[in-house]
């Protein structure tokens, strides 16, 4: 399989139908049902909406049409999201989206370090710093009706 690339693909760098409403699209993703063979006990959980035996599949493509992520094996009676919220969330074999770091990300993580202020690696730590903030705020406010 290819490696992802961050550059923006030639297909729509050099289209103005395309660029710049896809600048930043790095592939496709869909899934799509191969038909399986499988024993008749685990059968019915390997069958589609449309009554076939089969594995939902999800790939990953580029615009050179390179598949850069499969994930195949689940049961023809998986919904796309939960084979997707499984491509992102799993231990190994992850489906990561390449990230670009732009001028503008570096930029604001330099002047919010120079502000003192805390920059969170991840949402859960942004989120619950967020709650403490709120908390104070309303137990200020609670003192100053109260006062």
Not at 38 to 58: D, E, F, H, M, T
Not at 132 to 147: G, K
Request: charge should be neutral.
């Amino acid at each position: 399989m290819a490696k992802p690339n961050l550059m923006v693909a030639s297909k729509i760098r050099e289209s103005t139908r395309f660029y710049p409403y896809f600048k930043n699209c790095l592939g496709a993703i869909d899934g799509t049902h191969i038909p399986a063979m499988v024993s008749n006990n685990i059968a019915p959980s390997y069958r589609n909406r449309k009554g076939v035996i089969s594995q939902n599949v999800l790939a990953v493509c580029n615009f050179d049409m390179e598949f850069i992520y499969v994930l195949s094996g689940w049961e023809g009676s998986a919904h796309d999201s939960k084979v997707l919220y499984d491509a992102l969330r799993r231990r190994t074999n992850r489906f990561v989206v390449p990230q670009e770091e732009t001028e503008f990300a570096v930029k604001l993580v330099e002047k919010l370090s120079q502000n003192n202020e805390e920059v969170f690696e991840t949402q859960d730590q942004e989120r619950e710093s967020a709650n403490i903030w709120r908390e104070a705020m309303a137990q200020q406010m609670w003192r100053d009706a109260t006062n």
